[in-house]
């Protein structure tokens, strides 16, 4: 069923403000209209004509109708967060004089951290030792994943003007276009220049990215995590491998042994430090440590 004109017109404005004005990925611009059409198309069917009719008693049924669908709270946050972005847009428009998605708190969520790796672990699944070209390719993303901490889209994203080899270190697109540039060392720097080595056989012809498929072209996310699976199997690791895992388990590997979670927040590429925090198990008696020893005015006096 096609929306009414009165509903529709306005997201596909918001839509074309978000990546124009604001610059966000095609990824987060796919899931607000994801979400926001699901808001509407459930307004509609409510009878509800224009966005300007809608007030905090709707938005609180569209959020009731959320968890009829049995979404999970993240989703249903996703989808006030998408409505309260939308409507803060009508109002710089001038079609809106309030935000009515302002007062509905999303339900609560509970924060599930991700496993890591153990060192042994990733010594097993490291241990690819093979002249095959894929193989390399291979053992060089999973090498670079763990060594310099990269999202998947970061992986297959780079390109080889991206990759400064004599300096140990890589221009990243992350989360929202952000540029950083994250170093990288050891067997990850020594792979990496194993795969340049060999890249050139499976080249079909002029291709940027630094990662290729065994058909010349960029390799594809999709890709990358079957290869990632299938060598967990092959190297009989335990646990069921995925790139954010091999992220995952750099960042936590990184704080043990630093204990500077600011810089590790810099090399992930997180804009808020508690996303950095639930990625790395730190909790309050981690915290409460750390203070303790080290700020000035917690620390015991030694008796004269």
């Given at each position: 069923m096609s929306l009414l004109s009165a509903l529709e017109k306005p997201l596909a404005r918001f839509f074309d403000y978000m990546i124009r004005e604001r610059g966000l990925s095609r990824y987060t611009e796919s899931n607000y209209r994801q979400q926001l059409t699901a808001c509407a198309t459930f307004l509609q069917d409510s009878g509800v004509t224009q966005w300007q009719d809608v007030d905090a008693g709707w938005v609180r049924q569209i959020?009731?109708?959320?968890?009829?669908?049995?979404?999970?709270?993240?989703?249903?946050a996703l989808r006030l967060s998408a409505l309260r972005s939308f409507f803060d847009f009508m109002i710089v428009d001038g079609a809106l004089g309030a935000n009515p998605a302002k007062g509905v708190a999303a339900p609560k969520q509970g924060r599930t951290l991700p496993k890591n790796l153990d060192v042994d672990e990733i010594n097993q699944l490291l241990s690819v030792d093979s002249d095959d070209p894929l193989a390399v390719r291979d053992r060089a993303m999973m090498e670079l994943m763990y060594g310099a901490g990269l999202r998947l889209s970061e992986l297959t994203g780079l390109n080889l003007r991206d990759v400064a080899v004599r300096k140990g270190d890589l221009r990243v697109i992350g989360k929202g276009d952000k540029e950083r540039i994250v170093p990288f060392t050891g067997m990850a720097k020594e792979w990496l220049i194993n795969w340049i080595k060999v890249r050139n056989l499976l080249l079909k012809g002029p291709e940027n990215a630094l990662f290729?498929?065994?058909?010349?072209?960029?390799?594809?996310?999709?890709?990358?995590?079957?290869?990632?699976?299938?060598?967990?199997?092959?190297?009989?690791?335990?646990?069921?491998?995925?790139?954010?895992?091999?992220?995952?388990?750099?960042?936590?590997?990184?704080?043990?042994?630093?204990?500077?979670?600011?810089?590790?927040?810099?090399?992930?590429?997180?804009?808020?430090?508690?996303?950095?925090?639930?990625?790395?198990?730190?909790?309050?008696?981690?915290?409460?440590?750390?203070?303790?020893?080290?700020?000035?005015?917690?620390?015991?006096?030694?008796?004269d």
């Open positions: 959020a009731s109708q959320a968890k009829r669908e049995r979404l999970k709270p993240g989703s249903i290729i498929s065994k058909l010349g072209s960029r390799i594809s996310a999709r890709s990358v995590q079957k290869r990632m699976a299938e060598w967990g199997q092959k190297q009989a690791v335990n646990s069921h491998i995925n790139p954010h895992k091999l992220r995952h388990s750099f960042a936590t590997h990184m704080l043990e042994s630093s204990g500077d979670l600011r810089a590790v927040q810099e090399l992930l590429g997180h804009a808020d430090l508690s996303t950095t925090q639930v990625y790395t198990h730190l909790d309050f008696q981690h915290l409460a440590k750390v203070y303790d020893a080290a700020h000035p005015r917690a620390r015991k006096r030694k008796s």
